[in-house]
């Protein structure tokens, strides 16, 4: 089995930044991709930014220019490093894993941006 593990979250003011982290382990061979996602209770989760296995990544429009993903896929690790946060980007940040078509989750950690 694979288990992720996010970490970093918190609260951060307008204009700040966060460095969100996910650990994977268990079966953690063979990820083609990890990723990050958002959620904002009661709307969609959306896609953040994506690492690929050879380290080549992307991040969505909205983001880009203030946030990074760094890491290392075949080892199971990513972070996300998060500039100039307005709060539009207050939601739950969740990584995800995939492998073999198949996707994993993280629980998921809070980002409130907030004066």
């Known amino acids: 089995q694979v288990q992720l593990v996010e970490s970093g979250g918190g609260l951060v003011q307008p204009g700040g930044s966060l460095k969100l982290s996910c650990v994977g382990s268990?079966?953690?061979?063979?990820?083609?991709?990890m990723n990050w996602y958002r959620q904002v209770p009661g709307k969609q989760r959306d896609w953040v930014a994506i690492?690929?296995?050879?380290?080549?990544?992307n991040t969505a429009g909205s983001v880009k220019g203030r946030f990074t993903i760094a890491g290392d896929v075949t080892k199971g690790t990513v972070s996300l490093q998060m500039n100039n946060l307005s709060p539009e980007d207050t939601a739950v940040y969740y990584c995800?894993?995939?492998?073999?078509?198949?996707?994993?989750w993280g629980e998921g950690t809070l980002v409130t941006v907030s004066s």
């Open positions: 268990g079966d953690i061979f063979q990820f083609s991709t």
């Open positions: 690492m690929f296995r050879g380290g080549a990544t």
């Open positions: 995800n894993a995939r492998k073999k078509g198949i996707d994993y």
